[in-house]
């Protein structure tokens, strides 16, 4: 999302809503990481948790990372949120992927596999924005800050299709085959919400392809069991299924 507006500090509606909604869900059903990753947020956004920024200050994009080298928005720009009901979409949705996913890695991995992510969707987004406007010469992709958790959420939705199969997903009311799920969500979201990052959630799409459809994924996958201690278990054929991106 495009921070076009300074966040209120304090008990917003969108925090309630996320609170009612992590209440319905049940918070012991809620994995530690998926929990903590969205009090944390919340509590960001809620100024609760001071930090020396504010959420536009930290905002992504090409021009910050290649002529201002602010690598400090490289990392906090994915946690930080715009308005109250922004940062409540994104954790409704982290709620429903996270408890998914962590509970069948484990936490470690999961937590190990979010940060990575989270630093492939940043370098993803300033690539796109340079190489943009390389082939356009629209110098708005080269200076158009994001920020939030939206490119994250769009790669571990990625890894939730290839894990679930061919699952039909409800997209706005919808059934859509789990091959278009992510694209279809990307064209609504695009044409819903205008303030909203077209490239940064296609920049999470290619990293969860990335992910679960090359060689980089099989590499991510045999390195986090020298931290964790334990191997990430996919479905069978996990590496093999290439309808959704390729």
Not at 185 to 192: A, F, K
Request: aromatic share 14%; charged share 15%; glycine share 8%.
């Amino acid at each position: 999302m495009r921070p076009s507006q300074r966040r209120q500090p304090g008990l917003q509606y969108g925090l309630i809503l996320l609170a009612s909604q992590a209440l319905n869900f049940g918070i012991n059903k809620i994995p530690p990481a998926t929990l903590a990753g969205i009090l944390l947020q919340s509590l960001l956004y809620a100024g609760m948790i001071k930090v020396p920024w504010n959420a536009e200050d930290v905002c992504i994009s090409a021009f910050k990372i290649f002529k201002k080298k602010d690598w400090r928005s490289f990392v906090v720009s994915n946690f930080e949120h715009g308005s109250d009901m922004h940062l409540y979409y994104n954790m409704v949705s982290f709620l429903l992927k996270g408890s998914y996913l962590e509970s069948m890695y484990g936490t470690i991995n999961f937590v190990i596999l979010v940060s990575i992510i989270s630093m492939g969707c940043s370098g993803m987004y300033v690539f796109l924005g340079y190489a943009l406007t390389e082939i356009t010469e629209d110098y708005t992709y080269y200076t158009t800050c994001a920020i939030g958790f939206s490119a994250v959420l769009f790669a571990l939705k990625v890894i939730v299709i290839c894990e679930e199969r061919d699952r039909s997903h409800d997209i706005g009311g919808f059934k859509v085959p789990s091959k278009f799920a992510v694209w279809t969500e990307l064209i609504l979201i695009h044409l819903l919400v205008p303030n909203s990052s077209f490239v940064g959630h296609f920049a999470g799409i290619l990293i969860g392809c990335f992910y679960c459809y090359t060689f980089i994924g099989e590499a991510i996958d045999s390195k986090i069991p020298i931290f964790s201690g334990q191997p990430i278990i996919h479905e069978e054929q996990f590496y093999r299924r290439r309808i959704l991106c390729f």
